[in-house]
Nanobody
Framework: QVQLVESGGGLVQDGGSLRLSCAVS????????MGWFRQAPGREREFVGA????????YYADSVKGRFTISRENAKNTVYLQMNSLKPEDTAVYYC????????????????WGQGTQVTVSS
């Protein structure tokens, strides 16, 4: 099992930036990828992006491509989601999660989830 703790959410204006962090601990050797998902009120949880644990390849949803960047710092066992040019439609609770295998764009591939952090973008 992997334990995940997100931080860094908050309130930001349209066009602003935020960086979310996800501290990872536990049985990380079985982790294939770390993903970020988000869920807005009344909507289903959606894939934002992911990074493979060993190689560091990144993948993004079309809605955030070019604005969001996922990175990892192995020494700190931390994954980051840098969000730039934020829009009101990015408002959601953001979750990090650990996958043990592909496909990484589907929440069903993820076995461990953080508690989520709220991101609110005001217009």
């Amino acid at each position: 099992q992997v334990q995940l703790v997100e931080s860094g959410g908050g309130l930001v204006q349209d066009g602003g930036s935020l960086r979310l962090s996800c501290a990872v601990s536990g049985r990380t050797f079985s982790t294939y990828a770390m993903g970020w998902f988000r869920q807005a009120p009344g909507r289903e949880r959606e894939f934002v992006g992911a990074i493979t644990w060993s190689i560091g390849s990144t993948y993004y949803a079309d809605s955030v491509k070019g604005r969001f960047t996922i990175s990892r710092e192995n020494a700190k066992n931390t994954v980051y989601l840098q969000m730039n040019s934020l829009k009101p439609e990015d408002t959601a609770v953001y979750y990090c999660a650990a996958a043990r295998g592909p496909p990484i764009a589907y929440s069903s591939s993820y076995s461990d989830w953080g508690q989520g952090t709220q991101v609110t973008v005001s217009s």
